[in-house]
């Protein structure tokens, strides 16, 4: 409870502690009455008061940029979307006020988080949060020889092991960001050493989409990394740890990925994918709402021909149930329409534009290197949520939308730095990140 009078005197500190309580899921670990306390909408209460009364904020104006835009533009579309959502969508409300409360953290940020301090604590508010849970169940990984079955955190958005293991996959750049840019060394081997315990927490999650991601991932750092000799040797590091650790049970649920088309469990994801479409077809502006396909109404509604992948299922035995749409692309196709996915489609397009600008911006600027690693490895995780989400149902995962934010906020900062600068801070070649010419590591603290 240490943190509540910081939290109470600061508001950026309020903000930072709300962010982390909403990753961490902090009833998870608690028991008694402190499990059902509401930890996470005390700091938001408080970071709001402290905003508005104008208390120790330091705060920016809020400008509407094109990151907001976007997300104000989608934001509109699924309340309509809730609005006119299917009967049978018993949680579209509790899933919509889940959402709004995530994108109202995400605005906020363009308040407070206006210089590189601020946005390198994001990026810890984050690695605490979800680097928690790597090192906890990546720990559990290890003692058990890769035996330990991860299961998820119930009650989060993290409540299922393949949800699990792409928010932590999100959370393996942001790591390595860190480890590359604290000051302190006992803070920077305790960043590699949660990295390390993660990339077990997702090898002990068993999840087929987390692989793919972090094997997509691997592959994107060393082609875009400034450094790709460390990154070579973190990819060999993290490949020498799943090949001792992983289990023969692990093997063989990863060489299904080659056979996906005789898969009960992949074929099941195309039906949902195929009933996605069909309701999409039949609702293309706004959708039946937040997971109303998850409603046997709807769902044995739809005939195998009425949707875009009907030719897929072949002789596929029909489900029994209703399932969730096994995909961040379908989940939005179905819940809010053709509009809705171009929305959520051009959120994501903005996030890769944007990284990319801010490569451009600081391609002759060595004092501004940080800027564009911490830019990479946003973009990273961002590229992360994409492969991964291609197999789970987490497009309203709130850790996405804040790294989007924080990619337009870092090109905000950028933006202002763009004054005359001395000669010497000319870029004439790569520097290694905390060198004094590439800018000073931070303190983490």
């Not at 068993?206 to 972090?214: D, Q």
Request: aromatic share 12%; glycine share 10%; with cysteine.
């Amino acid at each position: 409870m240490v943190i509540v009078p910081i939290a109470l005197s600061n508001a950026f500190a309020a903000y930072l502690v709300w962010g982390w309580t909403s990753v961490i899921a902090v009833p998870y670990y608690m028991w008694g009455f402190m499990g059902s306390l509401r930890y996470n909408l005390f700091f938001a209460l408080v970071t709001l008061l402290l905003l508005v009364v104008g208390k120790s904020v330091d705060k920016s104006p809020f400008r509407l940029n094109r990151t907001s835009a976007l997300i104000l533009l989608f934001v509109a579309h699924v309340t309509v979307s809730a609005v006119l959502a299917d009967a049978s969508a018993r949680n579209n409300f509790s899933i919509y006020t889940d959402l709004l409360k995530s994108i109202t953290y995400c605005l906020v940020m363009f308040f407070f988080v206006n210089s590189r301090l601020r946005l390198h604590a994001m990026l810890i508010a984050i690695a605490l949060g979800l680097g928690f849970h790597g090192l906890a169940e990546g720990l559990k990984t290890l003692v058990t020889a890769g035996g330990h079955k991860i299961i998820g955190l119930p009650g989060t958005k993290m409540s299922d092991n393949n949800h699990f293991g792409v928010a932590l996959v999100m959370a393996l750049p942001i790591l390595l960001y860190l480890y590359q840019y604290s000051k302190v060394r006992l803070v920077r081997l305790g960043f590699l050493g949660v990295l390390l315990a993660t990339v077990l927490a997702v090898i002990g999650s068993r999840s087929r989409g987390a692989f793919l991601a972090m094997a997509m991932l691997a592959f994107m750092l060393m082609l875009t990394s400034r450094r790709k000799g460390m990154a070579a040797l973190f990819v060999m590091l993290g490949v020498a740890l799943v090949l001792v650790l992983s289990p023969e049970s692990w093997f063989q649920r990863i060489e299904t990925i080659g056979s996906a088309d005789q898969d009960a469990s992949f074929m099941g994801r195309v039906e949902a994918w195929n009933v996605a479409t069909a309701l999409a077809l039949q609702n293309p502006v706004f959708g039946t709402g937040f997971h109303a396909m998850q409603s046997a109404e709807l769902w044995f509604g739809v005939r195998p021909s009425d949707g875009l992948l009907g030719g897929l299922l072949g002789s596929a035995m029909p489900s029994t149930h209703a399932r969730a749409a096994h995909s961040i692309y379908f989940e939005i196709l179905g819940d809010h329409g053709f509009v809705g996915l171009l929305l959520f489609l051009a959120i994501m397009g903005n996030a890769f534009v944007t990284a990319l600008q801010i490569r451009r911006i600081t391609a002759h600027r060595r004092d501004l290197l940080w800027a564009r690693d911490m830019s990479d490895a946003l973009a990273l995780s961002c590229f992360a949520f994409t492969i991964g989400g291609a197999g789970v149902s987490l497009a309203y995962f709130e850790t996405y939308y804040v790294v989007v934010c924080l990619l337009e906020a870092l090109r905000q900062y950028v933006l202002g730095q763009l004054r005359p600068v001395p000669g010497h801070l000319l870029q004439q070649g790569g520097a290694r990140p905390g060198t004094p010419e590439a800018g000073k590591r931070l303190q983490a603290p």
